[in-house]
């Protein structure tokens, strides 16, 4: 059993529909498309030139003895030779710049879709598969445009000067020679079908190869400590055995092909030797004509061999062009309203949640991989159908497996509250759900009053700060870690919200201080160097709103003191939500909500909740009667 990683299996080779959107692409370089068109046909049409001029040599100049001629002939083919090198110079260099222009235009526009793409997309589709698009499926792309697109032309233009040629010299001897093109084509074919195949092949045991090396190097913790290179080595072996053998498949066919073609090529040369010499013995032709024609024969076929391989590059290209485009014309499922709402001046910070419902789940995109959409395709309200995307699910009815299930709470402007409860008891979705990354099913969430669903999603993010339990650090420096690129935080502010968080001491051990590099995910630094980083970032930000996911669970208890002393001073003014596991934690919040099932079962104060016999004593009880025995 394979992984999600794998590519779909090709479509058609040639698609009109998925063609002639590519071909837009194309639109803003009209002018370099024409030029390098005209280019392509000058240069092929002098490249014919050369076997005219040699039967104008041999079937005038030589025969009167004429050395004016020759020198004039001679110096007419060597200018012909170096206009085409300039032509084909010229058009290399046009194709190439339209690839990489395409292909720039292609990944910023890929880049920008996947910025705005919901999670829920990120949670069905690997990373892997993701960088295959901005990547190779994008050079697939720029291969087609800067060698097969346009450059087609030139073969097609070769191949039809040299047709002229040959008929208006004689075109009882081109009709011979011409006798060999349907072998030719059935060779074509049946390449073109055993090639297809081997690409396919190629495709998918490489998606199979990359997929194990990522999931095994970012594993590569477990599998030392579980001594398992040797078995990994072997299971390596077989799928690049595998990838060999497709390679070698193909390498086969073309290792074919070329000689069949040749061999036709032959054919012809020897069809014209044969009708060709007879026919000048009888006086029908001249010497010059049979020259030019067997010259003319040899470079007949390099065209339709290059084709033939074009005919893989287009392939190529229609199959990263459906992938791709099936990218951009996903909409996200979570978007802004089409008339957003603006929060009230001065933002309060007050959070409610109103019955909310939700459930992980989704449509299959067909892209694999576990489901995770909680996004409402509809505008629909809170309880209208069609607001998860089809028709509502009554709770209980067995189909959905409700995360949240009919939570309502509020959060005061300037209130500390905690959430607690055990794994799995929905605290961090709730989290998800205020920051609009997964939308409701059912109910509603407002911040000072305004439903979050008609705020633009960058009003909403940049007043809440949140600070999660899984650190992400970029491998640039420590500013731009704190700051993340935004113009409007200087030095200053970076280095006040070090200073907030106690973070100072230890950036300024580190040999460049704020401008070190981090590496990659922040691997230079301990896990509690990096939960104070983040800390600096949200701060930095100066959030209405400050939401902390576990964050403190990964810490020391120097380093959570710290932080505590430094974050109970920088609450003051702020609505803050704090989810953790650790109850010493919690215990001095405003209000504290105890999660099961993801239902609220239990709310109130550390004191209150102590002397109810609930859920929270109990988690009491375990952390710190137990800890105590």
Wanted: net charge negative.
């Amino acid at each position: 059993m394979h992984s999600g990683y794998e590519e779909e299996v090709l479509g058609k080779a040639y698609d009109s529909r998925l063609m002639a959107r590519l071909l837009r692409y194309l639109k803003p370089y009209r002018w370099p498309v024409a030029g390098a068109i005209a280019l392509l046909m000058l240069a092929s049409g002098f490249a014919v030139v050369g076997p005219y001029l040699t039967k104008i040599a041999l079937d005038e100049a030589i025969p009167l003895g004429d050395g004016r001629q020759l020198a004039l002939l001679a110096i007419l083919f060597l200018g012909a030779t170096v206009l085409v090198f300039v032509f084909q110079y010229a058009q290399a260099i046009v194709t190439t710049w339209l690839g990489q222009r395409v292909m720039y235009d292609l990944r910023t526009q890929i880049f920008r879709k996947l910025q705005r793409l919901d999670l829920a997309f990120y949670d069905r589709n690997p990373v892997g598969r993701l960088m295959t698009r901005v990547t190779s499926d994008v050079e697939t792309l720029n291969e087609l445009f800067s060698s097969g697109l346009v450059t087609v032309f030139g073969d097609l233009f070769i191949l039809f000067f040299i047709v002229a040629a040959m008929l208006q010299m004689d075109w009882q001897l081109a009709l011979v020679t011409f006798s060999v093109l349907p072998f030719v084509a059935y060779a074509a074919f049946v390449f073109r079908s055993r090639i297809r195949s081997a690409y396919r092949d190629i495709r998918v045991r490489l998606a199979r190869l990359n997929a194990f090396l990522h999931e095994r190097f970012t594993g590569i913790r477990v599998v030392q400590l579980f001594n398992r290179e040797g078995a990994d080595l072997e299971r390596f072996k077989d799928l690049d055995d595998e990838y060999l053998g497709a390679h070698l498949r193909s390498i086969t066919y073309y290792a074919l092909f070329f000689p069949v073609i040749q061999l036709f090529t032959a054919v012809a040369l020897a069809l014209i030797i044969w009708y060709g010499g007879g026919a000048l013995v009888q006086g029908a032709v001249t010497i010059g004509v049979l020259a030019a024609f067997l010259d003319y024969a040899r470079r007949f076929f390099r065209p339709i061999q290059d084709l033939s391989e074009k005919y893989n590059l287009l392939q190529g290209a229609m199959a990263s062009s459906e992938r791709i485009f099936r990218l951009l014309d996903r909409e996200p499922a979570i978007r802004d309203a089409e008339a957003p709402a603006a929060l009230p001046a001065g933002t309060r910070g007050e959070i409610r949640f109103e019955n909310v419902w939700f459930a992980y789940g989704g449509r299959d995109e067909g892209d694999g991989g576990r489901a995770g959409d909680g996004g409402r395709e509809g505008a629909g309200g809170p309880g209208e159908p069609g607001g998860a995307g089809g028709p509502e699910r009554e709770p209980g009815d067995g189909e959905p497996e409700w995360v949240i299930q009919d939570l309502s709470f509020t959060v005061a402007p300037g209130q500390k509250m905690a959430i607690v409860g055990h794994t799995g008891a929905g605290k961090t979705t709730i989290i998800n759900l205020l920051m609009r990354f997964y939308e409701p099913q059912r109910g509603r969430i407002t911040v000072d009053g305004v439903p979050i669903e008609r705020l633009r999603m960058e009003d909403l993010r940049e007043r809440i700060g949140l600070v999660l339990q899984d650190i992400f650090l970029f491998s640039q420096s420590v500013e731009y870690n704190v700051k993340l690129g935004a113009e409007e935080i200087d030095g200053d502010a970076v280095a006040a919200a070090l200073d907030a968080v106690g973070a100072t001491p230890f950036v300024e051990r580190l040999p460049e201080r704020s401008s070190q590099p981090l590496g990659e995910r922040g691997a230079r630094l301990s896990v509690g160097e990096r939960q104070l980083l983040s800390f600096a970032r949200a701060l930095a930000f100066d959030p209405a709103i400050l939401v902390l996911d576990e964050a403190t669970s990964s810490v020391d208890s120097e380093i959570e003191a710290r932080i505590e002393e430094a974050t109970d001073r920088l609450m003051r003014g702020r609505t803050c939500l704090v989810i953790a596991h650790r109850l010493s934690t919690v215990q001095g919040a405003d209000r504290i909500l105890v999660m099961h099932g993801g239902r609220l079962v239990e709310e109130g104060t550390h004191d209150q909740l102590l002397e109810r016999e609930g859920l929270y004593r109990r988690l009491h009880e375990l952390q710190f009667v137990g800890a105590a025995a």
